[in-house]
T-cell receptor
Framework: NAGVMQNPRHLVRRRGQEARLRCSPM?????VYWYRQLPEEGLKFMVY????????ESGMPKERFSAEFPKEGPSILRIQQVVRGDSAAYFC????????????????FGEGSRLTVL | GIQVEQSPPDLILQEGANSTLRCNFS?????LQWFHQNPWGQLINLFY???GTKQNGRLSATTVATERYSLLYISSSQTTDSGVYFC????????????FGKGTKLTVNP
């Protein structure tokens, strides 16, 4: 698990500001997933990306949220104009890929980024 | 989409006791993982077990894919086992995302 690096670990924003969360997958992994965990709840899928491609964004809110996984650098989850309801832990996971759209295998999670909106 | 149900939702044990956690899922899966979320919020991989049986120390897991359930066994529980145990599945034929159950909150008292 320590191989998936997320930062910042804690982020405080005021309503209306932007939040950017970064995720570097484990070495050799090309699939990245973002999940959100509200207090006292389970993890909810948000988006699944491969390099330069969004594969499944069925869990992403339609407005204010976006994600990318560029050819170089970490994956970014961006939340614009944050509201108090965005306060949550955001987890990133990665898995090995074969270079195709059919990924297989185990997901490994980072330690999460905890967003607090004042 | 696929549904994942975990039971029991809460479990309180005395140190040294054994327990079984259950995960039922509504459709065929190509991925099933058990996680432990410790009191600090970290998600620890326990098992990747879409089918069969695995053991790791005091923990073991069995998935019967044809009957759509998985079991996590904890033997000789310790206070450090406290936390929330999540089952997560990947639907066969779906995208590679995992769908999580709501978890079983385990408290082990000394």
């Amino acid at each position: 698990n320590a191989g998936v690096m997320q930062n910042p670990r804690h982020l405080v924003r005021r309503r209306g500001q932007e939040a950017r969360l970064r995720c570097s997958p484990m070495k050799g992994h090309s699939h990245v997933y973002w999940y959100r965990q509200l207090p006292e709840e389970g993890l909810k899928f948000m988006v699944y990306l491969q390099k330069e491609n969004i594969i499944d964004e069925s869990g992403m809110p339609k407005e204010r949220f976006s994600a990318e996984f560029p050819k170089e650098g970490p994956s970014i989850l961006r939340i614009q104009q944050v509201v108090r309801g965005d306060s949550a832990a955001y987890f990133c996971a990665s898995s090995p890929g074969t270079g195709s759209y059919v990924g297989t295998g185990e997901l490994f999670f980072g330690e999460g980024s905890r967003l607090t909106v004042l | 989409g696929i549904q994942v149900e975990q039971s029991p939702p809460d479990l309180i044990l005395q140190e040294g006791a054994n327990s079984t956690l259950r995960c039922n899922f509504s459709d065929s899966v190509n991925n099933l993982q058990w996680f432990h979320q410790n009191p600090w919020g970290q998600l620890i991989n326990l098992f990747y077990i879409p089918s069969g049986t695995k053991q790791n120390g005091r923990l073991s897991a069995t998935t019967v894919a044809t009957e759509r359930y998985s079991l996590l066994y904890i033997s000789s529980s310790q206070t450090t086992d406290s936390g929330v145990y999540f089952c997560a599945v990947g639907a066969q034929g779906g995208s590679e995302k995992l769908v999580f159950g709501k978890g079983t909150k385990l408290t082990v008292n000394p």
